[in-house]
C-alpha cells in the first residue's frame, strides 16, 4: 500500500478509534483483497515484506481490539480478518 493511504486524512477517524498504525492499515487493505483467507505471519511477512517482530506487535494489537481472528491449523496459528475488520472497510482505500 502507498504511505499515502495509510497516512490518508480519511482514515483519521479509524485510526482514532482502533489505534492503528500505518502497518496494521497496511494489514488491513491486505486482508481487503483477500478478505476470506487465512494467513500465518510467515506468509504476511513474505507477501508484505516485513519482519516478524513488526508483524507480532500488529497481529497481536489487531486480535485484542477484534480486527483479527486467530485459528489454529496443525499447531500453526492463522489469522483472517474479522466480522468488525471486514466492516471497517479499509479496502475501498487500496487502490
Known amino acids: 500500500m502507498a504511505p499515502e493511504i495509510a497516512n490518508d486524512h480519511k482514515l483519521s477517524p479509524f485510526v482514532g478509534k482502533y489505534g492503528c498504525s500505518p502497518f496494521e492499515i497496511e494489514l488491513l487493505a491486505f ?56 466492516q471497517t472497510g479499509i479496502s475501498r482505500f487500496e487502490s
Do not use: C, N, Q
Open 31 to 86: 486482508w481487503g483483497r483477500h478478505p476470506k483467507a487465512r494467513f500465518s505471519k510467515d506468509a504476511i511477512g513474505y507477501a508484505l515484506d516485513r519482519k516478524s517482530l513488526d508483524i507480532d506487535r500488529a497481529l497481536r494489537h489487531m486480535v485484542a481490539v477484534g480486527l483479527v481472528d486467530t485459528y489454529e491449523d496443525k499447531s500453526v496459528p492463522l489469522y483472517s480478518l474479522s466480522a468488525k475488520g471486514e
